[in-house]
T-cell receptor, first 111, second 112 residues
Framework: GESVGLHLPTLSVQEGDNSIINCAYSNSASDYFIWYKQESGKGPQFIIDIRSNMDKRQGQRVTVLLNKTVKHLSLQIAATQPGDSAVYFCAENESTDKLIFGTGTRLQVFP | DVKVTQSSRYLVKRTGEKVFLECVQDMDHENMFWYRQDPGLGLRLIYFSYDVKMKEKGDIPEGYSVSREKKERFSLILESASTNQTSMYLC???????????FGDGTRLSIL
């Protein structure tokens, strides 16, 4: 199986509950942030992004919150489902075209 | 939908071999990227390209080279494979100056 999830912090939630995944970013000059989802055996999949001129952005069942003061990003997933089980990681832009990726959090959803 | 296709899902090679990993995207993206993904280290950029025949070193280029002869295709080359290059390799693409990057499903490479 996939070894990408080894050594990762894990968040375990019950199906139907809300999930909050956190990320601390490194560069106060970063102005664009992305959340990716990576399921076992697949590549990272774009979930949602946010620019630094915003502090909140909502998608379908997901919300990203940005706190520039403490350089913190969070991903909230409403009514978590088994299909949400995956590794989630954030990324910040190092430059216009390059990204720096976090190491990720494993989300486990149990019935 | 953006489609980034990596030619092999699993690959086993021997130490000292020259290894080619191929990536093709169908969205006319200018930017293409090669990363490796290792447990606890996240995604690390090996090389990227802004245009045909153009390449830039990423954070860990040692032991690798790349080729971009056509806009849609970006190849990663391990000149002489070593066991520490055993990893998951991910290709990504994006429009110039525009995020996000879109990823392929990866090639899990084992060097014996």
């Amino acid at each position: 199986g996939e070894s990408v999830g080894l050594h990762l912090p894990t968040l375990s939630v019950q199906e139907g509950d809300n999930s909050i995944i956190n990320c601390a970013y490194s560069n106060s000059a970063s102005d664009y942030f992305i959340w990716y989802k990576q399921e076992s055996g697949k590549g990272p999949q774009f979930i949602i992004d946010i620019r630094s001129n915003m502090d909140k952005r909502q998608g379908q069942r997901v919300t990203v919150l940005l706190n520039k003061t403490v350089k913190h990003l969070s991903l909230q997933i409403a009514a978590t489902q088994p299909g949400d089980s995956a590794v989630y990681f954030c990324a910040e832009n190092e430059s216009t075209d390059k990204l720096i990726f976090g190491t990720g959090t494993r989300l486990q959803v149990f019935p | 939908d953006v489609k980034v296709t990596q030619s092999s899902r699993y690959l086993v090679k021997r130490t000292g071999e020259k290894v080619f990993l191929e990536c093709v995207q169908d969205m006319d993206h200018e930017n293409m990227f090669w990363y490796r993904q290792d447990p606890g280290l996240g995604l690390r950029l090996i090389y990227f390209s802004y245009d045909v025949k153009m390449k830039e070193k990423g954070d860990i280029p040692e032991g690798y080279s790349v080729s971009r002869e056509k806009k849609e295709r970006f190849s990663l080359i391990l000149e002489s494979a070593s066991t520490n290059q055993t990893s998951m390799y991910l290709c990504a693409s994006s429009f110039r100056g525009v995020q996000p990057q879109h990823f392929g499903d990866g090639t899990r490479l084992s060097i014996l």
